[in-house]
Each structure stands twice: as C-alpha cells, then as structure tokens.
C-alpha cells in the first residue's frame, strides 16, 4: 500500500496551516509495537481569522489532514487594532495561563515556541505574552486561543453597552 501523501482538498483557501506537533502513541502488541500518531494544527489567514485542530490517524500526513479539517471547523474571528491586540487579557484553559499585552509597532511577536504560529496566523505582529503554569502544547494553544476570542474593540464594547463614544 502507498502511503498517503499530503495533498490540498480545498480549492483556493485562503488559509495557511501550521503543523505545531507531532505526537506518536505507541500499543504494545505480540508481534511488536504498533504506533498510532496525532498532529496538532493551527489554521488562519494572517487577517483577523484563526483556528486550532486536532487529529488522529495511524499515519502521519493522514494525522495532519484530519487536524486541518478540524481546525477549519473551529476558525473564530479575533479582533484587532492595527498590528496589535486591543487590549491585554489573561485567559486560562486547564492548568496553561497566558497573559497578552499589546505592544509598540516594531516590537514583533515576543511568544514562545507554540503560541507564535497561532497569533502570527492571526494577524497579530506586535505583542508581548507570557504563559504561566502548564507548558503543554494543547493547553497553551487553546489557551491561547480562548484569550483571542477574549479581545474587544472600543467600538465593539460601546455597541454592547449602548453608549455613544467620541
């Protein structure tokens, strides 16, 4: 049997994937080890647009298309101002923390090694983060994720309160 190769299944998408991490469970069995892979996925558009995904296969490039379906299942919109977040913000998703603080035009992003494919996918490119407690790859992504979906113009937070902002 030929193994599968990656291929693009969706036609003109506008969105890029990134593979943040392989993953390979291995079953003891009689005749040896049987392995089992998982891929971790991030998918966005550099324009306001991201999502993370997970998948499963006994292959890895079938891993990996199984974790971009499911990454562009779960896209969500993220608001931005300019290159940056709006404002800071703290979220939490199991024992991961991670604090997002706007930063200065210039300064890029200032992220560790798995939160900056998912706030450069985004759009963002000035920010400063740090992540606090748990430095599983799952748990800082989604995260992370949680603390994008978190973020809020002026505008969006007056049309909420129904107040009128100069």
Do not use: W
Not at 8 to 21: A, L, M, T
Not at 73 to 80: C, E, I, Y
Not at 93 to 118: D, F, K, N, Q, S
């Amino acid at each position: 049997m030929q193994p599968i190769r990656h291929q693009q299944s969706f036609e003109e998408s506008p969105f890029e994937e990134k593979v943040v991490k392989i993953y390979r469970c291995a079953k003891v069995v009689k005749g040896g080890r049987r392995f089992r892979f998982a891929a971790l996925v991030i998918v966005g558009d550099r324009n306001g647009q991201v999502g993370v995904g997970y998948g499963k296969a006994n292959q890895v490039p079938a891993a990996v298309d199984k974790g971009i379906k499911n990454a562009r299942k779960n896209v969500v919109q993220v608001s931005l101002k300019g290159n940056t977040i709006p404002h800071r913000v703290l979220a939490r998703y199991g024992a991961a923390r991670v604090i997002m603080v706007p930063a200065r035009e210039g300064t890029g992003v200032i992220a560790g090694v798995h939160l900056r494919p998912l706030l450069e996918l985004a759009g963002v490119r000035d920010v400063l983060t740090k992540s606090i407690g748990s430095s599983n790859p799952k748990n800082l992504l989604l995260a992370g994720l949680r603390g994008l979906m978190q973020l809020r113009t002026g505008e969006q937070v007056s049309k909420l309160r129904g107040v009128k902002v100069e």
